[in-house]
């Protein structure tokens, strides 16, 4: 672990140069040869001793060639092309590919566990499009005004209030409102750094991308290394920098509202810390959550089979046995 992050900076600069050549090799664009059209050259003049219709035949044919030869021309394109040229078809694409990603985020603003803990940062998809930084940040705006944040603050704030955490606030209904603004400003301020701005700056995805299945170790580390190591724009796999950074840059910033007792460098590293650590049990949870609930809709069904097997036998007429002593 330690060799690893000693090799973070290095990664991180590597990436930066990689950026920086790509920028410069799709800002290159060749000179476009320029073409003169057989229409523009000038008519041939006609011998006096040729009759009429043999000077209409001429003066016909130089119109028709032209005509023909853009239909043919645009059917292969040459070496020296200009790549402006293509810019109309590449763009065409990146639209596509933004909509496909619009769609792909559109279903994920429905998903819940037990209907009430909002995963919208969660994708089943392993090939997943890439967000735009535009989709970055409608992400964590839907997720940072969704109603379960509230309701989450609103339990740590009770929570604290019960253990009188941070007794300068005092209690009453001054010191929840106190410790709820806290707390929601604490997850806000952490979502827009770790998962908007610091994702857009470094082409890091936000997303959780959910394993489903496979060995249940293997699904418990994928879960818990997402804090860690997340997917890039590009479809490779690094260091979450983003994550990591957004918690730490949002505990900072809580010191300037948090009591003067805990505005120090140790308890802002602590918070920042706790807060990946708290990602990782929610991982853990968005992870096995569907297998939870396939097992008890599996375990329900079940049992309303029975029930139904168990009405149908006490509805059912039993026949009368046949009389031996009949004649």
């Not at 940062?121 to 392993?126: D, E, I």
């Not at 940040?137 to 955490?165: E, H, R, Y």
């Not at 505005?263 to 992870?287: F, P, Q, Y």
Request: net charge positive; hydrophobic share 35%; aromatic share 8%.
């Amino acid at each position: 672990m330690r060799l690893s992050f000693a090799l973070i900076p290095a990664v991180f600069s590597s990436c930066l140069v990689f950026s920086g050549q790509i920028q410069q090799l799709h800002a290159q664009q060749s000179d476009t040869p320029r073409t003169v059209a057989s229409s523009e050259l000038p008519q041939s003049p006609v011998p006096a001793g040729e009759s009429s219709s043999t000077l209409q035949l001429e003066q016909q044919t130089p119109q028709t060639a032209p005509t023909q030869q853009p239909s043919t021309a645009p059917s292969a394109t040459p070496v020296g092309a200009n790549p402006a040229a293509q810019t109309p078809q590449q763009s065409l694409d990146e639209k596509t590919r933004r909509e496909l990603a619009a769609e792909q985020l559109k279903q994920q603003e429905s998903q819940r566990v037990m209907g009430v803990m909002a995963t919208f940062n969660t994708t089943t998809n392993k090939n997943a499009l890439p967000l735009s930084p535009g989709q970055k940040f409608q992400l964590f705006f839907k997720s940072s005004t969704d109603p379960w944040p509230f309701l989450l603050s609103g339990v740590v704030s009770g929570i604290g209030q019960a253990n009188n955490s941070y007794p300068e606030w005092g209690q009453g209904m001054q010191g929840y409102a106190k410790r709820f603004g806290a707390a929601y400003s604490d997850a806000f301020i952490g979502n827009f750094f770790g998962n908007a701005v610091l994702p857009s700056v470094l082409r890091e995805d936000p997303r959780y991308f959910q394993m489903g299945t496979g060995n249940k170790m293997k699904r418990v580390l994928w879960a818990a290394s997402s804090t860690f190591w997340c997917k890039r724009d590009n479809g490779k796999w690094g260091p979450n920098y983003a994550n990591v950074g957004g918690n730490l840059i949002g505990a900072a910033i809580a010191r300037t509202y948090y009591p003067a007792s805990e505005r120090d460098v140790a308890s802002t590293i602590s918070d920042g810390l706790t807060v990946s650590v708290e990602g990782i049990v929610g991982a853990e949870v968005i992870e096995f959550w569907p297998d939870l609930a396939r097992r008890h809709r599996r375990k329900q069904a079940e049992k309303l089979a029975r029930q139904a097997a168990q009405g149908t036998m006490q509805a059912k007429p039993q026949t009368p046995a046949p009389d031996d002593n009949r004649k």
